[in-house]
């Protein structure tokens, strides 16, 4: 006979097993890393995103450990070995992730403050500069970021070659930075003649964040402001940068990061703010195939190369 007690009993158990299970990814996952490309200094980083990955430990439960990655490659490999568990990629950088086998899923998408979800390449030269336009540049040396950067590499790649130029022999020399920063400060003070760099907005750029930072000087120690650069070429749309976590994690757990994440804006407002200095609205879910013409963009600059090689 199947009495009250024992459907009560049945009921509990269901309830109980339903609960470990919800746990067990933390068992399996008791610290996870997340990891940040290089677009601003070290230190710039860990300010800004250090109070994420405080956020994500309480809300998740577990240790989040943030790394902030030598280069972009860096967040591409440890993703592919598995030992970076959520990675924040430039769009080219998370193309040539999955491009090349690596196992990972975008889950949010930045967005800016006018609900746009895409930003552009510059270049930039010094507005003392006799430069007007590229064609002024023959001969001169070239500020690029990353080989997987995409407004540092790739999208001024294909816009150069849209204009029937090959960096390789049109400058004199092509030099990576190695972050968005950096190529500020090579132009700035004089290692480059023109750099490449990301832009939102004419108030949103690395290079306003950085002069907010008192951080841009020429090389006599003069302080630069916003007016001493000079655009001259700005790209098509780029889709702006997801952040991506790796598809072996358990569907609860990738559940819980991405909801952390849509909830951030409105549990830790403060700390959200910093990641873009208060100038990005909420995330908005993405998926892989948002990026999908992104890989196009890099096969093609890959094709290039292979083509000047």
């Given at each position: 006979?199947?009495?009250r007690r024992i459907?009560?009993?049945g009921?509990?158990a269901?309830?109980?097993?339903g609960?470990?299970?919800?746990?067990?990814?933390?068992t399996?996952?008791?610290e996870?890393?997340?990891a940040?490309?290089p677009?601003?200094n070290?230190?710039?980083?860990?300010?800004?995103?250090g109070p994420l990955t405080?956020?994500?430990s309480?809300?998740?439960g577990?240790?989040?450990?943030?790394?902030?990655?030598?280069?972009?490659?860096a967040?591409?490999?440890g993703?592919r070995?598995?030992?970076?568990?959520?990675?924040?990629?430039?769009?080219a950088?998370f193309a040539?992730?999955?491009?090349t086998g690596?196992?990972?899923?975008?889950?949010?998408?930045?967005?800016?403050?006018?609900g746009?979800?895409?930003y552009y390449?510059v270049?930039?030269?010094?507005a003392k500069?006799?430069?007007?336009k590229?064609e002024?540049l023959?001969?001169?040396n070239?500020g690029?970021?990353?080989?997987?950067?995409?407004?540092g590499?790739?999208?001024p790649?294909?816009?150069l070659?849209q204009?029937?130029?090959?960096p390789?022999t049109?400058?004199?020399k092509?030099v990576?930075?190695?972050s968005?920063e950096?190529a500020?400060?090579?132009?700035?003070?004089g290692?480059?003649?023109?750099?490449?760099n990301?832009w939102?907005a004419?108030?949103d750029?690395?290079?306003?964040r950085m002069?907010?930072?008192n951080?841009?000087?020429?090389s006599d120690?003069?302080?630069?402001k916003?007016?001493?650069?000079?655009?001259i070429v700005?790209?098509?749309?780029?889709?702006?940068?997801?952040?991506?976590?790796?598809?072996s994690?358990?569907?609860?757990m990738?559940a819980?990061?991405?909801q952390?994440?849509?909830?951030?804006?409105?549990k830790?407002p403060e700390?959200?703010?910093k990641?873009?200095d208060?100038?990005n609205r909420?995330?908005q879910?993405v998926?892989n195939a948002d990026?999908?013409?992104?890989?196009e963009?890099?096969?093609f600059v890959d094709a290039l190369r292979?083509k000047?090689?």
């Amino acid at each position: 006979m199947i009495t009250r007690r024992i459907i009560l009993a049945g009921a509990a158990a269901l309830a109980f097993a339903g609960s470990a299970s919800a746990e067990d990814w933390k068992t399996k996952y008791p610290e996870i890393t997340f990891a940040v490309i290089p677009a601003e200094n070290g230190s710039g980083v860990t300010e800004r995103y250090g109070p994420l990955t405080e956020y994500l430990s309480k809300e998740l439960g577990i240790k989040v450990t943030l790394r902030v990655a030598n280069d972009y490659a860096a967040v591409i490999e440890g993703q592919r070995a598995g030992n970076i568990h959520i990675g924040y990629y430039g769009p080219a950088s998370f193309a040539r992730a999955r491009l090349t086998g690596v196992k990972t899923d975008a889950f949010v998408i930045d967005v800016n403050a006018d609900g746009s979800k895409g930003y552009y390449s510059v270049f930039y030269v010094l507005a003392k500069s006799p430069y007007q336009k590229v064609e002024d540049l023959k001969g001169k040396n070239i500020g690029l970021v990353d080989p997987n950067s995409t407004s540092g590499n790739n999208m001024p790649r294909f816009k150069l070659n849209q204009m029937g130029i090959d960096p390789e022999t049109y400058f004199s020399k092509v030099v990576f930075t190695g972050s968005h920063e950096n190529a500020v400060l090579a132009l700035a003070q004089g290692t480059v003649d023109v750099a490449a760099n990301w832009w939102n907005a004419d108030d949103d750029s690395n290079l306003t964040r950085m002069l907010a930072k008192n951080m841009v000087k020429s090389s006599d120690g003069t302080p630069l402001k916003k007016e001493d650069f000079r655009i001259i070429v700005k790209s098509d749309l780029i889709i702006n940068s997801p952040y991506a976590y790796l598809e072996s994690l358990p569907d609860d757990m990738k559940a819980k990061i991405k909801q952390a994440f849509l909830d951030m804006p409105t549990k830790d407002p403060e700390a959200f703010k910093k990641l873009s200095d208060g100038k990005n609205r909420p995330w908005q879910p993405v998926t892989n195939a948002d990026y999908d013409k992104t890989i196009e963009l890099i096969k093609f600059v890959d094709a290039l190369r292979k083509k000047g090689s």
